[in-house]
């Protein structure tokens, strides 16, 4: 019932538009006799965009679809109308895609910039004070005579160390790191930080992960951006 129904429509709307084209031409051709004046622009623009305000009833609907000189400007206006609608559905189509895409970056970012579970742990907070320590030099050559081993340890964890550096250390970029040995090639963990404070008493704070640490001595090495050699400080993890 309801496919006939939709053929009947189907069929009426053809017919409908030959109809209408039927009109259209005779009109065009000059075979019909309109009645009045040519309305003016702004009415015709209203036909052209359907607008609900035009009654059919007014004669000037009337004289538009039998004059040719209306006909053909409504024609005109017409595709004017639908093209910028096109275009309209077009930007709106581009929009909504781009917006989907944006949604998909942004969601796809945030997921890759949610925090692991053990991003979360806090790092926990450790002050090494190197003010007065001595320094194992990694130059060979400088054979500086280090002083007896400070107490420094730090826990087998996930921590924030904050090192209070040598009296009359550069201020500046240092790279923080945890080392097996005087050398930079086998570090446990590594950090870089811009060190803090008043040319006397610079300070440089680094988060080091030592979870996977296993117990035992260490070195903590400091090397400042403009140096190539490291400082190292016997460290022992606990
Ligand atoms: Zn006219």
């Known amino acids: 019932m309801l496919m006939k129904l939709r053929w009947f429509s189907r069929a009426e709307d053809r017919l409908d538009a030959w109809v209408t084209r039927q009109h259209q031409e005779r009109v065009l051709d000059g075979k019909t006799a309109p009645v009045g004046a040519c309305p003016d622009e702004a009415f015709l623009e209203s036909v052209a965009q359907q607008s609900k305000q035009i009654a059919l009833s007014d004669p000037r609907v009337d004289h538009a679809a039998n ?14 109308h639908q093209s910028r609608r096109r275009r309209l559905v077009f ?3 581009v929009g909504c895609c781009l917006l989907i895409v944006t949604a998909f970056f942004v969601v796809s970012w945030r997921g890759a910039n949610t925090p692991h579970p053990t991003d979360n742990m806090a790092a926990i907070p450790e002050t090494i004070d190197l003010s007065n320590a001595g320094t194992f030099r990694s130059i060979p050559s400088i054979s500086a005579e280090p002083s007896p081993l400070q107490s420094v340890s730090l826990p087998a964890a996930l921590v924030k160390v904050t090192i209070m550096l040598p009296r009359f250390s550069r201020p500046g970029q240092y790279s923080v790191a945890v080392t097996r040995d005087q050398s930079a ?4 963990a590594h950090g870089d930080a811009s060190a803090t404070g008043n040319g006397d008493r610079e300070e440089v704070s ?3 992960d030592l979870r996977k640490s296993k117990p035992g001595f260490y070195f903590l090495a400091t090397t400042h951006e403009q140096d190539q050699a490291s400082y190292y400080y016997p460290l022992q993890i606990k």
């Not at 004059?67 to 004017?80: D, G, K």
């Not at 090639?185 to 446990?188: E, F, G, P, S």
């Open 185 to 188: 090639n086998d570090q446990l």
């Open 206 to 208: 680094v988060d080091l």
């Open 91 to 93: 930007t709106a189509a």
């Open 67 to 80: 004059c040719p000189l209306c006909m053909r400007r409504l024609l005109e206006l017409r595709s004017q």
